[in-house]
Structure formats: C-alpha cells, structure tokens
C-alpha cells in the first residue's frame, strides 16, 4: 500500500472519529439543553432488542412500517392537498388517535409543490399496500402531532437543531423551503429504518415489497437532499440549518454516526454536496427499531410514546414500542 493511500485512508478515518465526537458534544449541548426544556416525554430497523422475548413476526414488521407510513402520509398530505387521509384509512388495532395539526402549504415554486404532491401520493399508496397486506392484522393510526405550536414536535426539533429559541414556533407549512426542511427531519429514517429491518422478515414476498418500498423513501429522501442543497447555494443558511437538524438526529440515535448533513466540510475548508449519506463502503445505514422511535419521540430515554407520537406507536408486539436501547 503506498503512502498516498495510507495517508487517504488515515484522514477518512479522522474525519469519522471527528463527526462522531462532533454529535456527542452537540447532544451534550444542543439537544440536552432542549430535553431539559421539556423534548422528551423510519421504516422498521427492528434488529436486537435485548429486552425481546420473541422474534418479531411479519406482521409485526410491517406494523411497525405501517406507524411511520401514517406519519409521512399525513405530514405530506396535508402539505400537499390541505387535507389529511380519510376516515377509512385510519381504523385497526390499538387505540385509534387523530392528527393534530396540519395544513397546505404556501408554496411559491411549482418544482416543490409538484414534488410534495407526488410525494403525498406515494405515501398515501405505502399506508395503503401495508393495510392490505395486514388486513385484519393492520393496527389504527396512532395519535399523530404535526402541529407548528410552540410546543409541538416539530418545533421541538427545530428547537433541539438550534434552529429556532426557546418559546418560539417553526412552522414548517409556512413556505417552501421550511417545508423541506420539515420533510427533511423524516426522510432519511424512514431508508436506515427500512434498511435495518430488512433481515427480520422471513416471507420472501414480503421482503421484495419491503425492498420496493425502501428504494422510494430512499428516492424521496435524496430529492429533498437535492432541492435543500441547490436551494442553499443562494440562501446559505438553508444548509446549515439542514445540517444542524442531522446533527439533532444523529445525537438521538446513539453513540454511532448513522447520519450526514447535506454539505459536509472538505479538506481544504469548503462544502461538497452530499445527497446520500452512506458508510466508506457505499452502503446505506441501518437504524433500530429503538433508534427509529428515538427520534420519533425525540429523546433517547427509555420511553413509550412523545414528540410526533404523543400517545406511542401501534403495535400488538410490545418490544416494538420503544425508544431507549441502541
């Protein structure tokens, strides 16, 4: 191996440990000051829960699916169209909650408005297929906060990134490049979560749909990338406040640096675009089903609802509603 190469592949590894003790300190910082403030109360990364009495079943999986799917379902929806999904879409097992909050967005770029209405469409079809292929088995629509209040989840978010100070509201239906920025605090979930629940399904039609499903969210998740990063040329601040947000993200999710900003530093102190973040073998991240809920939840204590589940998740399997353990 020759010196440039070893001397490559010592910088890329530096560079790893520096984001990783860069999301440690922002967690200690950001997020723990925001926590204290009253924060805490994608897809299926389902593997190792130690608490786990039993293997999750497909059902189970796909449940766990479904929760995320009414959540992107409802949060584009509305922004989309100005109106949630109907009442026939929402019934099951569990306790059925409604939404809270939600409205059309302002939009002032057609490119945008025709993304978000394209993409209300493909979540409105993964809640769809997801029932069907439960039936009987399908659990209801949780509770669900897309609200813009002080207190709401996605203020809370914003809050916990810095993006936002302490009482203040982001209302992320307010225009478009606060709508991508909203879209931005799900998207790249839903592909790790997806992605680390892909080995726990054991039926093989399933596991195809799962996969179908995973290259969509993961389309969705590098199109919002793309437009945040273009729209950021003009309006710098745009990206660091993208960045901040994985930054919030990541603190929630562990010791482990399962996210990237869109706009990472170079060598030479500038920004390269980043539109998908993978590992140094160019694979996407994984997330527990833990880790999933922990930013569903916003904390990474040990709890069983909160942030845009104020009641919990749906599941018949307990093991699949907490935050907590990574």
């Known amino acids: 191996m020759t010196d440039d190469v070893n001397q490559q592949l010592i ?3 530096d560079r790893r440990a520096e984001r990783r003790s860069e999301r440690r300190d922002f967690f200690k ?16 990364g389902l593997a190792g829960r130690a608490e786990a009495q039993t293997a999750p079943s497909d059902a ?16 584009y929806s509305f922004a989309a169209n100005g109106t949630g999904l109907a009442a026939n879409m929402l019934t099951g097992l569990g306790t059925q909650g409604a939404v809270t909050g939600g ?15 394209e993409i209300a469409g493909d979540e409105l079809a993964h809640v769809t297929f997801l029932r069907t292929q439960l039936g009987a088995s399908a659990i209801a629509q949780p509770a669900i906060d ?3 209040t002080p207190t709401s989840a996605f203020s809370n978010a914003a809050r916990a990134a810095g993006l936002i100070g302490a009482g203040a509201a982001f209302d992320v239906y307010a225009d478009d490049n606060s709508f991508l920025l909203g879209a931005f605090i799900f998207e790249d ?4 979560a997806y992605k680390g629940g892909a080995t726990l399904l054991t039926n093989k039609t399933y596991l195809e749909a799962a996969a179908g499903i995973l290259a969509v969210e993961a389309y969705h998740a590098a199109l919002v990338r793309t437009v945040l990063y273009g729209k950021g040329i003009a309006t710098p601040s745009l990206r660091t406040s993208a960045d901040a947000i994985s930054n919030a993200r990541d603190s929630l999710d562990g010791t482990t640096d399962l996210d990237q900003g869109i706009s990472p530093v170079t060598a030479n102190g500038g920004t390269a675009s980043n539109i998908v973040p993978l590992d140094n073998n160019g694979l996407a991240f994984s997330r527990t089903v833990a ?19 104020p009641a919990g998740t749906n599941n018949p399997n307990p093991d699949l509603r907490f935050s907590g353990a990574n």
């Not at 189970?60 to 699916?65: G, M, P, T, Y």
């Not at 880790?291 to 589940?309: D, E, K, P, S």
């Open 189 to 192: 979930v839903g592909v790790t």
């Open 11 to 13: 910088e890329t590894f």
């Open 291 to 309: 880790q999933v809920h922990n930013i569903a939840y916003l904390t990474n204590a040990r709890a069983m609802a909160g942030g845009f589940f």
């Open 103 to 117: 409205r059309k967005v302002n939009f002032s770029d057609p490119i945008v408005a025709a993304y978000a209405k």
């Open 60 to 75: 189970d999986v796909l449940n766990f699916a479904l929760n995320l799917e009414y959540l992107e379902a409802q949060f």
């Open 146 to 148: 897309i609200d813009v």
């Open 29 to 44: 910082t950001a997020f723990g000051a925001a926590a204290v403030a009253g924060i805490a109360g994608g897809a299926i």
